[in-house]
């Protein structure tokens, strides 16, 4: 386990260790077999998701997501499949788009997510306790929290639209402008002639997203439309509305008695307008360390009785914020995560609900629950990132203590499990294997592969593996790493090095199989990847000691990798690559204006000017918390850890790569970068791609993003192997290599 303050070197059997480095190169890896990964190999990945397993366990159902090549496009299907082994079979129709299954609580119905056409909403049903038949829908099925009886479901919706706003609508003579044209509520200016104007106006933040793109125009007031509890029987009864308050409920969930309901709201239950109107007046004030730090109450627990739904609440005070609300089994306690303030450890804690006494159970652990499922009413299944990897726990449910029932070398996700909770569903991924869904018992024995639909490709490629490491940095934090070998690796052979540098900064990378590592490894290059500090997955402390410090000592934990890396005698350290997306896209920059070390980088959707970039994303929020305010507020950090203030010192040849419909860390950023390379005559080359988002090399249109990993396979093959564009050996104007 990671120490956090402290290196160990017994962290993992087999790791590089510090300081020893040099002496353990070629004989941990081992003989490959199969070809190189290539570019076009990304069509041919299936990709295995959302596991939904039957109340009674006897099947699970999930999203098997592939690509069609020469339409340009994902396809996704769901597909079934017995627990006790067999062949997956697909359920829908291999014409429409389906995923996200989700079973109805009595198993009769399997629902999914699907926009077909003739249809209302997005979802859909098919009979699982009858002979298969065609896709349909249940307009009014009740969904949400559902009581151990099956007799009714509880949910949340906003309270009705207030139809006044609509007539107004109808007499607006803008009405057949496009949405983000319109003049907005509340502005000065009108188009003189609204047929003409097809530009954008403006007249408050949140106006663009990425992903969404430019957001319509509000017509008119603000409406607050509070969500209020409702409940619908399964008898086919109306939707009752329970609730009509001022302040909205969340994450509302019954009692397995179907009593009681708890749910999550304004610890003060104030109107929703007032508690916008707060924020809103906070964001304006300039930044203020002690106001920041002082401990906030904005949420708590609430429960009332269903038989008197109009009765005040009655109110559990929990200092912080709370989330993820889930009654133990007999109904006498609530099971939820809680974190005392943004920058502070989350744990999950219980409370009893007849006395209201918390009790907290991370006992000081260093890592935070991502999901949690009642077991029985003393133990807990509890899913956590321990660094680059997922573990499932069981948590007693009285003393926090905790056993590991499935871990490994692998990031696992999705975890379902049948009513009796004796099974257990999910998704694996490892280093060298790309998704598949497993199934095991719900203490970790009996673990089985259900799918195989990357078997072939597995077989085909030598897909490379990584060399787990961690060593002590600055301060004597212990920092993870991952050194992937080259394709074709022999020993007694120098190979070149791409360093990669994650997102976030509060992202981190993992044991999951990932394309971009296997695309330069497939090239015959190193891949080396860390965590440095600021990564999630090792502990709040961990993940926010940057805060203010961006590319200092987290600059200093990459360094050091690199340092340890290019010990081995198999490493060129004369021919380093660096690169990384959004804030790696900031810190591959910042490390060029540090060193000339890297022979060639390629940055990604990258942040060059702290001040241009605040006034363009939008994600202002998350500078105003780690610069300690606005950049007028903090002028000297936001010019101190600029990378555009330090480009006279760059001279490693530059591939910028940036998605025109990037609202996160949009194209002026990159702009100016190329534009100060360009001008002090350092190679540079900007690709700019259309269509595309902040989430282009993720989920972006396939001829694009695979487009993308061809280019970072030149630049790189380019640079550190000396190699044209399409692999063979470069010539110079003088005929030689």
């Known amino acids: 386990m990671f120490t956090h303050r402290r290196y160990r070197r017994t962290a993992l ?48 159902a999930f999203t098997v997501t592939t690509v069609v090549e020469k339409d340009n496009k994902r396809h996704s299907e769901v597909w079934v499949v017995p627990t006790s082994g067999g062949e997956p ?10 995923s996200s299954p989700s079973w109805s609580h009595d198993g009769k119905y399997l629902f999914f997510q699907s926009r077909r056409a003739g249809g209302e909403g997005s979802r859909w049903a098919l009979r699982m306790d009858a002979p298969s038949g065609e896709a349909f829908q249940l307009k009014d099925y009740p969904s949400g929290s559902i009581p151990r009886s099956g007799e009714f479901a509880v949910y949340t919706d906003p309270a009705p639209r207030d139809s006044s706003a609509d007539s107004t609508r109808s007499n607006d003579p803008f009405e057949r402008m496009q949405a983000t044209a319109r003049p907005p509520y509340g502005s000065v200016t009108r188009p003189i002639a609204a047929a003409r104007f097809d530009g954008r106006h403006v007249v408050d933040l949140g106006y663009k997203r990425n992903g969404p793109g430019y957001v319509p125009n509000p017509r008119e007031a603000r409406q607050y439309r509070p969500s209020q509890l409702w409940m619908q029987r399964f008898n086919g009864g109306e939707k009752t509305r329970l609730t009509s308050t001022v302040y909205s409920h969340r994450n509302a969930t019954v009692s397995p008695d179907g009593r009681r309901i708890a749910f999550i709201a304004d610890s003060k239950l104030r109107p929703d307008s007032v508690v916008q109107a707060e924020n809103d007046s906070l964001s304006m004030l300039p930044y203020n360390a002690a106001r920041e730090a002082e401990p906030r109450n904005d949420s708590d627990i609430f429960i009332l009785d269903v038989a008197s739904p109009n009765a005040a609440p009655r109110r559990i005070e929990i200092m912080g914020s709370e989330r993820s609300l889930a009654w133990s089994p007999d109904g006498r306690r609530i099971a939820f995560v809680h974190s005392p303030a943004r920058a502070q450890q989350s744990e999950l804690a219980v409370v009893d609900v007849s006395s209201g006494n918390v009790t907290k159970l991370g006992n000081g652990w260093q890592f935070e629950p991502q999901s949690f499922e009642w077991l029985s009413n003393d133990a807990f299944a509890v899913s956590a990132a321990i660094g680059g990897s997922t573990h499932l726990f069981r948590v007693n449910a009285r003393n926090g203590s905790r056993t590991s029932v499935l871990d490994g070398r692998r990031r696992l996700s999705g975890f379902s499990f049948d009513d009796r909770k004796s099974k257990v569903a999910y998704v694996s991924t490892s280093v060298n294997k790309p998704t598949e869904l497993y199934v095991a018992n719900a203490d970790g024995s009996g673990e089985r592969k259900l799918s195989t639909f990357n078997d072939s490709l597995n077989r085909e490629i030598a897909w490379a593996d990584a060399e787990r490491f961690t060593y002590e940095s600055v301060g004597g934090l212990e920092i993870e790493g991952w050194l992937m070998k080259p394709y074709g690796y022999q020993p007694g052979t120098k190979y070149p090095l791409v360093l990669y540098i994650h997102g976030g900064p509060h992202s981190a990378y993992g044991e999951n199989w990932f394309d971009e590592f296997q695309n330069i490894a497939g090239a015959g290059m190193w891949v080396l990847y860390t965590n440095p500090r600021g990564s999630s997955g090792y502990g709040s402390e961990f993940t926010y000691t940057t805060r203010g410090r961006w590319g200092l000592e987290d600059y200093e934990d990459i360094m050091k990798s690199v340092d340890i890396a290019v010990m081995r005698p198999d490493v060129d350290s004369t021919k380093l690559g660096v690169t990384g997306g959004s804030y790696g896209g900031f810190m591959t920059a910042w490390i060029t204006t540090r060193t000339d070390r890297f022979k060639a980088a390629q940055a990604d959707r990258m942040i060059s000017n702290w001040w241009s970039w605040y006034g363009s994303s939008d994600a202002q929020g998350l500078t105003e918390f780690e610069f300690y305010g606005k950049p007028w507020e903090n002028p000297a950090l936001y010019d101190t850890l600029a990378p555009i203030r330090y480009v006279d010192k760059v001279n490693t040849p530059t591939l910028i790569v940036q998605s025109e419909e990037d609202h996160r860390t949009p194209m002026t950023d990159a702009e100016q970068w190329f534009a100060a390379l360009k001008k002090r005559d350092v190679p540079v080359e900007f690709v700019r791609y259309p269509r595309s988002t902040h989430d282009l090399s993720r989920t972006g249109e396939p001829w694009l993003l695979v487009d993308r990993l061809g280019r970072l396979r030149q630049w790189f093959g380019y640079w550190l192997k000396d190699e044209a564009a399409d692999g063979t050996p470069r010539v110079t104007a003088s005929g030689g290599r």
């Open 13 to 60: 059997a087999g790791a590089i260790l510090f300081g020893a480095v040099a002496a353990a190169p070629a004989t941990q890896l081992h003989a490959q077999s199969g070809r190189a990964f290539t570019p076009a190999d990304w069509y041919r990945v299936t990709t295995v998701s959302d596991p939904a397993m039957s109340p009674d366990g006897n099947r699970i």
């Open 89 to 98: 079979v697909r359920y829908t129709s291999p014409s429409t788009e389906s």
